[in-house]
T-cell receptor, first 115, second 114 residues
Framework: AQSVTQPDIHITVSEGASLELRCNYS??????LFWYVQSPGQGLQLLLK??????LVQGIKGFEAEFKRSQSSFNLRKPSVHWSDAAEYFC?????????????FGTGTQLKVEL | KAGVTQTPRYLIKTRGQQVTLSCSPI?????VSWYQQTPGQGLQFLFE???????NKGNFPGRFSGRQFSNSRSEMNVSTLELGDSALYLC?????????????FGEGSRLTVL
């Protein structure tokens, strides 16, 4: 069965510092890959997605992620964090060809931003 | 364009009761799925509906059920509530034919079981 690992439960960074959130997946083939963000009391908002092609994908709010097939990773990055980025971030994978809406999520990384 | 709307946003029930949650997808979206979010288990897929038919089901007991109406609105029902059913229930929709898993989530219904 597929699985997603986000090894960092909590991360604290200073405002203006760079950020990298890690995500590794276990899958038989390259899945669809996603990063979602969740603010307190809110639903999930899609930051970016990887389907195919260029392995460096750009998302909203200045985020980007790089797919590395050899490492089964899809790490999220931002060059300069803003206080409003404090939230919980989820990496997710989806099946190609018929998986529909069944995403498998990681356990999430809680980001705290120090001013 | 209105987003995914879930009602109610908050509710409190007692063990043994049942609950029905509602989800209105984004206009034009015909696929709706449900997820349960808890601190212990994280986000887990419950089920997916497309054109009033269940297409996928997660690993949950039969107490969890759902349906979809002809206008794409969906409901999920949990019967004989247990304390462990306390969770945030998230509904998501996507466009027809977009078999890419790009989901748009609602803000959720937070269920507390006492």
């Amino acid at each position: 069965a597929q699985s997603v690992t986000q090894p960092d439960i909590h991360i604290t960074v200073s405002e203006g510092a760079s950020l990298e959130l890690r995500c590794n997946y276990s899958y038989g083939a390259t899945p669809y890959l996603f990063w979602y963000v969740q603010s307190p009391g809110q639903g999930l908002q899609l930051l970016l997605k990887y389907f195919s092609g260029d392995t460096l994908v750009q998302g909203i709010k200045g985020f980007e992620a790089e797919f590395k097939r050899s490492q089964s990773s899809f790490n999220l990055r931002k060059p300069s964090v803003h206080w409003s980025d404090a939230a919980e971030y989820f990496c997710a994978v989806g099946l190609r060809g018929g998986g529909g809406n069944k995403l498998t999520f990681g356990t999430g990384t809680q980001l705290k931003v120090e001013l | 364009k209105a987003g995914v709307t879930q009602t109610p946003r908050y509710l409190i029930k007692t063990r043994g009761q049942q609950v029905t949650l509602s989800c209105s997808p984004i206009s034009g979206h015909r696929s709706v799925s449900w997820y349960q979010q808890t601190p212990g288990q994280g986000l887990q897929f419950l089920f997916e509906y497309f054109s009033e038919t269940q297409r996928n089901k997660g690993n949950f007991p039969g107490r969890f059920s759902g349906r979809q109406f002809s206008n794409s609105r969906s409901e999920m029902n949990v019967s004989t509530l247990e304390l462990g059913d306390s969770a945030l229930y998230l509904c998501a929709s996507r466009t027809q034919g977009a078999n890419t898993g790009e989901l748009f989530f609602g803000e959720g219904s937070r269920l507390t079981v006492l």
